[in-house]
Nanobody, 121 residues
Framework: QVQLVESGGGLVQAGGSLRLSCEASGSIFSINAMGWYRQAPGKQRESVARITSGGSTAYADSVKGRFSISRDNAKNTVYLQMNSLKPEDTAVYYC???????????????WGQGTQVTVSS
C-alpha cells in the first residue's frame, strides 16, 4: 500500500502565503515525479507544479513567480510554497506522485486526499 498525506492548507487573506506538504509512505521502491494539482468548484482539475526526481520543475502559467515546488527525496516529501496568493487560487489542492512499488516493476499514479486552500479578498 502507498499513501500520500497532505498538510498545510487553510484560510489566508489575499497577498498571504501558505506552504503545503505531502509525504509519500508505504511499500515504495522509487519515486519519479511528484507534483500538485488543484480543483476549484465547477472546474476541472489542473496541474499547478511538478518536480522530477532530478529536481527539474514546471509550473502552470498562472502561478509562475508566485509558487515554488521542492522535494526532499530522503523523506519522500514534496512541498509547495505559495506566495502572493489570490482569491482565484482557492481550490482543493491534491498531491500526485508517479512511483514504483517494491516488487512491482512498473510506474503507477497515486493521489493524496486533497487539502483545501481558501484565499479571501
Amino acid at each position: 500500500q502507498v499513501q500520500l498525506v497532505e498538510s498545510g492548507g487553510g484560510l489566508v487573506q489575499a497577498g498571504g502565503s501558505l506552504r503545503l506538504s505531502c509525504e509519500a509512505s508505504g511499500s515504495i521502491f522509487s519515486i519519479n515525479a511528484m507534483g500538485w494539482y488543484r480543483q476549484a468548484p465547477g472546474k476541472q482539475r489542473e496541474s499547478v507544479a511538478r518536480i522530477t526526481s532530478g529536481g527539474s520543475t514546471a509550473y502552470a502559467d498562472s502561478v509562475k513567480g508566485r509558487f515554488s515546488i521542492s522535494r526532499d527525496n530522503a523523506k519522500n516529501t514534496v512541498y509547495l510554497q505559495m506566495n502572493s496568493l489570490k482569491p482565484e487560487d482557492t481550490a482543493v489542492y491534491y498531491c500526485h506522485a508517479v512511483l514504483s512499488r517494491v516488487r512491482v516493476p512498473y510506474l503507477s499514479n497515486y493521489w493524496g486526499q486533497g487539502t483545501q486552500v481558501t484565499v479571501s479578498s
